[in-house]
């Protein structure tokens, strides 16, 4: 079992109790992060053939400020962002852009970025090379987007500062996600695994809440953002994003999307290993014997591939890309989060603390509790990383749980040409994953993986959260909440009613963490646990140079590099981007842009009809539209237009075909699908967009569609 880190425990003086106190300055905010909604690829399956075509909801940034009424700079901010992953860069610029605007009153000490981990958000935005291939290196627009989205969210959250009181509490979520990797589970000892058979065995089922009271709350739930499949290209926020807007609409229902003063926060915690496709792995194989049938257990292959394994959502026959399923993955957390804010629940009392420390992952070298002596290795992806999961599976013939150096021969060959041959040092560090991409040693023209990691806590009275910079299993989750919770009661820091958190990943984006005992197995999870079979004790327990920082009697905070550790590089500089711009935009002859080309039915429409309109479009690269809406539907009140839906919610779509890559030529479907409830009236399509030209500035125009009733 894992003992707590002493970085962890710095927390005593730069946490301890000394002031109690159940009042605190709470602020909420929220803003839009939606980058380039086409031409873009997609960031989570890291598939090249997932380039955005159009938008289904917009991704946004939620954040919440807790500070203490007496002292100013004890505050923590923690931001959830409807991405994929945190990202070292990008936390630097919005550190940066704080800095700028509050001093240092907004830190790397007190600020966590984290995500929903979300797989059908704009890609492009993280530093390292590796998660930049897919989407033809780094994109700046969608690091912008979301950079001057959290800044926003941040500044609405600051200014609405005001006091107020806190509480928590957890629930059991049923059918909320299943274990994706069950058989690396059970590598996990049995006598552990017994402690947890009442609390969902395999898979994580508590959600817990932190309650603002009518303003909101900030709950942590453990399923992948990969409700929507792999084939969708319309940009969205999967189950998180879609149970924030579901339960923010049901608070305030006449508000558009992001014009909330309720902020419902629904983050990840221990994801590692979790799933939305919550009917299992099945094999889709036509023609084949075992078409429809279970996936194989321990490699998830179909007839010894892994391509036709795919994991299925409560709703998969209803659509064929998921969003069925989101909903409903998406309403569970709703209802969870509903009959835990309806409770009374437990009050938090305390201060308010915080502490960061930058870890270099590649040489970091600890003694474990029974006096072995261990280190970490340079980052390395093993074979069944490229196995994929039941969620987004791989090709090549990699499959999941095979520990041999044989699965692929060819990739054998050509792996030394992609990335440095792995030394013997390497492959005994790394033992026993066995190592396609030997990226910690991957340096041209940048580095493909991260070494140095933020680790973070932050504490709100008798809560702490633990800010992760990868993907915990479940049980990896568990091993370090307790392992935290324990130690910070020994130490006298907090006492019986300590609550503990994680919530990942955040910050950095170091992959996935596993169990030793997991790591063993080597499923995806184990092979994408890049800094080696340590990686887990390595979090847990890190350098013990902050401990003199947590004496009772100090109030300074504790160093943000323990022994100096070099903090990580700013990649930025030098990073390349493929993706082509947007030369110019052009209407057909005779046409003019927003021109309508495919008008509405006459006809009266009915509740579950979907109405479509079509437009002479323009790349929607040339205007994000941010805290904006490419779209609307207008209803026809009193003889005037009101907007009633935007491209924020999920009953509209926003589609962009490009027609003459020479000719400059696109056109847009804004599609509206009719919710029960929606009173019967006139209603118009709109379009909004904004053109380039080959010599000139960017010009907005609009296009409407003729009216149509709801009966």
Not at 149 to 165: K, Y
Not at 202 to 211: A, E, G, I
Not at 445 to 452: G, K, N
């Amino acid at each position: 079992m894992v003992r707590l880190l002493p970085s962890f425990v710095v927390l005593s003086a730069v946490v301890s109790n000394a002031i109690a106190q159940s009042q605190y300055l709470l602020g909420l905010g929220i803003a839009d992060i939606t980058g380039p909604v086409v031409e873009t690829n997609m960031m989570g399956y890291a598939s090249l053939g997932q380039t955005d075509s159009g938008l289904h909801m917009r991704q946004r940034a939620r954040v919440w400020i807790i500070g203490e009424t007496a002292t100013t700079a004890n505050r923590v901010v923690f931001v959830n962002a409807d991405i994929a992953m945190g990202d070292t860069g990008i936390r630097r610029a919005i550190l940066a852009g704080l800095a700028g605007k509050y001093g240092t009153l907004y830190t790397a000490q007190n600020v966590a970025i984290s995500s929903t981990h979300q797989h059908s958000g704009v890609g492009g935005y993280l530093e390292n090379l590796l998660p930049q291939i897919t989407s033809l290196g780094f994109v700046e627009q969608t690091y912008d987007a979301i950079v001057t989205g959290v800044l926003l969210a941040i500044d609405r959250a600051h200014n609405s500062l005001a006091p107020g009181s806190l509480s928590i509490g957890n629930t059991s979520v049923v059918g909320g996600n299943i274990n994706r990797s069950p058989t690396a589970y059970l590598a996990n000892p049995a006598d552990e695994r017994a402690m947890y058979v009442d609390e969902g065995g395999d898979q994580d089922k508590v959600m817990s809440l932190l309650s603002f009271g009518s303003r909101g709350f900030l709950s942590w739930f453990p399923v992948h953002g990969t409700s929507i499949y792999e084939n969708n290209t319309l940009v969205s926020s999967d189950n998180k994003g879609m149970a924030a807007y579901l339960y923010e609409s049901s608070m305030e229902p006449n508000a558009m999307p992001g014009n909330q003063t309720f902020v419902a926060g629904f983050a990840q915690a221990n994801v590692g290993d979790t799933s939305p496709n919550t009917l299992g792995a099945f094999c889709e194989s036509p023609g084949q014997p075992y078409d429809g049938m279970p996936c194989q257990a321990n490699t998830s292959t179909c007839g010894g591939t892994v391509e036709d394994c795919h994991g299925r959502g409560p709703g998969f026959t209803l659509d064929s890309f998921g969003f069925h399923s989101n909903e409903m993955i998406a309403q569970i957390q709703v209802d969870a989060a509903k009959s835990l804010m309806s409770q009374t629940l437990s009050p938090i009392s305390g201060t308010v603390r915080s502490v960061h420390v930058y870890l270099d992952m590649a040489t970091h070298n600890f003694t474990l509790p029974n006096g072995t002596t261990v280190n970490t290795c340079p980052a390395a992806m093993g074979f069944s990383f490229a196995g994929g999961t039941t969620d987004g599976p791989g090709s090549f013939d990699f499959v999941q749980g095979d520990n041999s150096t044989s699965q692929n021969p060819l990739w054998e060959i050509v792996k030394s040409f992609i990335t440095p041959i792995p030394s013997a040092e390497q492959v005994a560090c790394q033992y026993p994953k066995p190592i396609l991409l030997n990226t910690g040693y991957a340096t041209l023209p940048y580095a493909w993986s991260p070494s140095t990691v933020d680790i973070q806590m932050l504490k709100v009275g008798n809560l702490v959260m633990l800010i992760i910079p990868g993907e915990l299993t479940t049980m990896a989750g568990r091993r370090i909440r307790n392992a935290v919770r324990a130690q910070l009661i020994a130490d006298g820091i907090l006492d019986n009613s300590a609550y503990v958190v994680v919530s990942g990943p955040a910050n950095t984006y170091a992959h996935y963490i596993t169990t030793r005992e997991e790591y063993s197995v080597q499923r995806y999870e184990g092979a994408s646990t890049i800094f080696g079979p340590c990686a887990f004790h390595s979090l847990s327990k890190p350098t013990s140079t902050n401990t003199p920082a947590s004496s009772p009697s100090s109030r300074t905070r504790p160093p943000a590099r323990p022994n100096r550790t070099p903090l990580p590089p700013e990649l930025q500089s030098d990073a390349i981007s493929l993706q082509t711009p947007v030369v110019f935009d052009a209407a057909p002859i005779g046409k003019s842009f927003g021109q309508v080309l495919i008008d509405v039915a006459k006809t009266p429409y009915s509740v579950n009809q979907t109405v479509s309109a079509q437009f002479v479009g323009a790349n929607p690269r040339n205007n994000l539209r941010l805290e904006g809406t490419f779209l609307s539907v207008d209803h026809l009140v009193n003889n005037a237009w009101t907007p009633v839906r935007s491209d924020s919610h999920p009953s509209t779509t926003y589609q962009w075909t490009r027609v003459s890559t020479i000719l400059g030529t696109s056109s847009v479907n804004v599609n509206w699908t009719i919710e029960a409830g929606t009173p019967a009236g006139t209603y118009r399509l709109r379009y909004f967009g904004d053109s380039k030209p080959l010599i000139g500035s960017i010009s907005a125009f609009t296009g409407t569609s003729g009216n149509f009733t709801v009966a």
